[in-house]
């Protein structure tokens, strides 16, 4: 029997299921509507899309490696911390960071297409959707990033318990535990200070001229600052933008294990470089935390209630 498009949408109206599993549900059962609905509700489709409304923004982030040079991080939400407690779920979640780091997928939709490691017959979607059936709560892979390193290695940090995931890459021709310790070191930096860069040849011009300008309005908004020549106010404009900058550069903010207060990770990675013999520096970070931009939703039961009621 021939699908067709209204068919699809119908089943879509009755079951919240994604369209491509509508369609082949119905294929599936010939076409057969209520056969289709029970296809769905039997692998779980129905379920899990009814459940795709509510904000999943707890979770997990993991990380895995395969040697020293390939790591992936995930991202993997539920709706709430309890679920994100739950063994099944922590096993799923280093499930699909197990799949990442085998992945050469370039983007999320090719990735939960992929055929899921753990079982062959279904692709990552489908284990996603049979693990929200069992679960009962909507979860969602949200994320993830591979990193190869081709001239270094790479390490990983997983923080809080899987709150935060961290993988830095570094350019060099030594690998041995020293180094292997310190990168480490800097990946707890990258989870505890979140830099936004590793060094300032990244950052863009147009970012930096931005910055120049909202720091300009606010000297010129303040009443006594705005009184000063124009020299000093560039001046006050350059030294302000130059603290920000090592803010958020990874390499120039003070390591926060240095025992003066005061050395910059490129500092320490430059030190023990020379400790080693190596030619060693940063090159990348991914750093995940879990939820970072979702918008969680405020629960006020007693307000749901009594809306409930008309009261």
Known sequence: ??????????????????????????????????????????????????????????????????????????????????VAKNAEFQTFVEAVAKQAVASNAADMDAFLAEQWNADTTITVKEALVNKVAVIGENLSIRRFEKVVAENGCVVTYVHGGGRIGVIVEAATD???????????????????????????????????????????????????????????IQGMVAGRISKELKEICLVDQVYVRAEDGKQSVGQYIAEVAKANGANLSIKKFVRFETGEGIEKKNEDFAAEVAAQMGM
């Open 1 to 82: 029997m021939a699908i067709t498009a209204g068919m699809v949408k119908e089943l879509r109206d009755m079951t919240g299921a994604g369209m491509m599993d509508c369609k082949k549900a119905l294929a599936e059962t010939n076409g057969d509507m209520d056969a289709a609905v029970e296809y769905l509700r039997k692998n779980g489709q129905a379920k899990a899309e009814k459940k795709a409304g509510r904000i999943a923004a707890e979770g997990l982030c993991r990380v895995c490696t395969d040697g020293d040079t390939v790591a992936a991080v995930v991202e993997v939400n539920s709706e709430t911390d309890f």
């Open 174 to 232: 030594v690998v041995n535990d020293a180094i292997k310790e310190a990168l480490t070191n800097v990946a707890m930096q990258v989870a505890a200070l979140s830099p936004k860069y590793v060094n300032k040849d990244e950052i863009s011009a147009d970012y930096i001229e931005h910055e120049k300008e909202i720091l300009l309005a606010q000297i010129m908004n303040d009443p006594k600052e705005s009184q000063k020549p124009e020299k000093v």
